[in-house]
T-cell receptor, first 111, second 112 residues
């Protein structure tokens, strides 16, 4: 099993550009999550999904969108990138919502 | 309000010394508590968890944690630190339906 995979690993965006962060898991988990990690701030939940076709906002959803058309994939869309979105983004999946398996992360810089 | 507080953003120990990372929580429901570890430039991985039952839980790599309801604590310990334990550790708990709430993290440094 590959577990949770994320692409790209690194990306530099200009202010106002858009992009999609890809996340896929091969563990047949229903629960999937997107977090951002800023230094000294722990992880903040952006969006989550409890199954295909179902998504919900987390703590910091503004400026982001998600979709969940399949169990395996949970892409995160950034519209009109801003410097405040410079962060490391982690995708995670879980079979029970609590024991979560994390991807390696995407380091995003917006300049 | 539900929250988790990690005491000390940085902890430094000598190799072979006791590791103690402190975590306190505030929850209106019986807590599920977790410790996750993040090695440099990697994602997080589960170290150990407490849901119900035995209050002393053992995890990977020789770590353990004790749930103390009276103290609302879930401190992480390891009797003897190893250089490979250098990482960031996150205390985490169930923060409502289907979600986890993460502490701010404690960065552990291990010196020879």
């Amino acid at each position: 099993n590959a577990g949770v995979t994320q692409t790209p690993k690194f990306r530099i965006l200009k202010i106002g550009q858009s992009m999609t962060l890809q996340c896929a898991q091969d563990m047949n988990h229903n629960y999937m999550y997107w977090y951002r990690q800023d230094p000294g701030m722990g992880l903040k939940l952006i969006y989550y999904s409890v199954g295909a076709g179902i998504t919900d906002k987390g703590e910091v959803p503004n400026g982001y969108n998600v979709s969940r058309s399949t169990t395996e994939d949970f892409p995160l869309r950034l519209e009109l990138a801003a410097p405040s979105q410079t962060s490391v983004y982690f995708c995670a999946s879980s079979y029970d919502a609590y024991e979560q398996y994390f991807g390696p992360g995407t380091r995003l810089t917006v300049t | 309000a539900q929250s988790v507080t990690q005491l000390g953003s940085h902890v430094s120990v000598s190799e072979g010394a006791l590791v103690l990372l402190r975590c306190n929580y505030s929850s209106s429901v019986p807590p599920y508590l977790f410790w996750y570890v993040q090695y440099p430039n990697q994602g997080l991985q589960l170290l150990l968890k407490y849901t119900t039952g035995a209050t002393l839980v053992k995890g990977i790599n020789g770590f353990e944690a004790e749930f103390k309801k009276s103290e609302t604590s879930f401190h992480l310990t390891k009797p003897s630190a190893h250089m490979s334990d250098a990482a960031e550790y996150f205390c985490t708990f169930r923060g409502g339906y289907n979600k986890l709430i993460f502490g701010a993290g404690t960065r552990l440094a291990v010196h020879p």
